[in-house]
């Protein structure tokens, strides 16, 4: 009523006075938990390699290129499972929550699923309404097909699945997706150090994804700030607190300085070598108050081609994620007119 154990046996001979062998002498220990305890070690090494390499393939991964291609083979074969596969969430026009199979990996003689268009825009509120439930909670799905609902087996049973697991990616807060492992050969549940495990391997997925996504944010904000920037008649500059790199110079620079931005990133002091002579010490002294936030200065600049302009400058600082000022930023605007508008007036 044990089941299987195993033996570790030796047997010794014990001789008689002439040295011939009368009797055998049997020793027999019962190490199945040894055994056990060694191959659920080996077993969790294993899981822990391929951890390691799914990270390597993250870290190495840049900008849009594809990666569950490249981390669902060691998942699949650490993992014994005939399938892995990745899907996504999306939403229909009426808002309805819908998963699509976006990558896959088989073992030697499965039948591959992913151009299944069975597969794709498959509804969570019509066949897996308990998975929804359970995966938007970071809860998993584990267990042996033939005791789920029917409106489950409709879809898994024609894959030739016998037990699945299914690990949510939860990304920013939401349910972004899941990591699917079938087994096509055994009906068997995976045990709690697998769903651990790989568990871990899926969290590493979610937050390359949250990477991706702040990434792609960060690019769409950055570019929609160089399309205002660069299309605006103001300058804007930003740079070091101590001036000696410009970070960015907004093309207005070259139309009212009538210098190029190229030249004022190889010599970030060149603006000032434009400021007037009358003008110039006293800009130089206020450059302090750029970093305090209550620099707002008016000054004279000499063009290349000797035209002289008014300037009004403004500075506000910039702080790191410790409150620290680590950059400058301002605008910088031709007053020319309006200067010329005041003299007039006196």
């Known amino acids: ?18 040295g011939t062998p009368q009797y055998l002498l049997g ?10 305890a060694q191959e659920a070690l080996a077993r969790r090494e294993r899981y822990l390699a391929v951890l390691v390499e799914v990270q390597s393939q993250l870290l190495a991964c840049r900008g849009n290129q594809p990666f569950y291609n490249e981390i669902l083979p060691p998942l699949g074969k650490a993992s014994g499972a005939s399938r892995v596969y990745v899907f996504e969430n999306h939403r229909d026009a009426a808002g309805n929550l819908l998963m699509s199979q976006r990558a896959e990996w088989c073992a030697e003689g499965i039948e591959p699923e992913i151009d299944n268009p069975s597969l794709q825009n498959l509804s969570y509120a019509n066949f897996f309404p308990r998975w929804a439930n359970a995966l938007v909670q970071g809860e998993t799905i584990n267990g042996i097909v033939a005791e789920f609902p029917e409106s489950e087996r409709v879809i898994l049973e024609p894959q030739g699945i016998l037990s699945i697991l299914i690990l949510p990616l939860i990304v920013n807060g939401e349910f ?12 068997r549940a995976w045990d709690s ?10 969290s590493a997925v979610s937050l390359y994804l949250e ?11 950055e570019q929609r700030f160089r399309q205002l920037a660069e299309n605006v008649s ?3 500059w930003m740079s070091s607190i101590d001036k000696n790199q410009i970070i960015y110079i907004s093309p207005a620079y070259e139309k009212i300085w009538g210098r190029s931005c190229q030249s004022l990133h190889n010599s970030p002091m060149n603006w000032a070598d434009a400021i007037h002579p009358e003008d110039r010490a006293r800009i130089l002294a206020a450059i302090p108050k750029q970093s305090l936030g209550d620099y707002d200065e008016e000054y004279r600049i000499i063009r290349p081609d000797g035209e002289m302009r008014w300037i009004r400058d403004r500075a506000f600082p910039i702080h790191d994620e410790t409150g620290q000022v ?3 930023a301002g605008i910088a605007d031709d007053i020319s007119d309006r200067k ?4 007039q007036l006196h």
């Open 27 to 36: 020793i027999s220990e019962d190490i199945t938990e040894r055994k056990r």
């Open 326 to 328: 680590y950059r400058v």
């Open 340 to 343: 010329q508008a005041e003299e």
């Open 234 to 236: 103001e300058v804007f």
């Open 1 to 18: 009523n044990k089941g299987v154990r195993i033996l570790h046996t030796k047997k010794l001979a014990i001789l008689d006075e002439t």
């Open 193 to 202: 150090l697998e769903v651990s495990l790989l568990s871990a391997a899926s």
């Open 211 to 221: 990477r991706k996504q702040a990434e792609a944010t960060l690019q769409e904000s």
């Open 176 to 187: 972004f997706g899941f990591i699917g492992f079938d087994n096509c050969i055994e009906a």
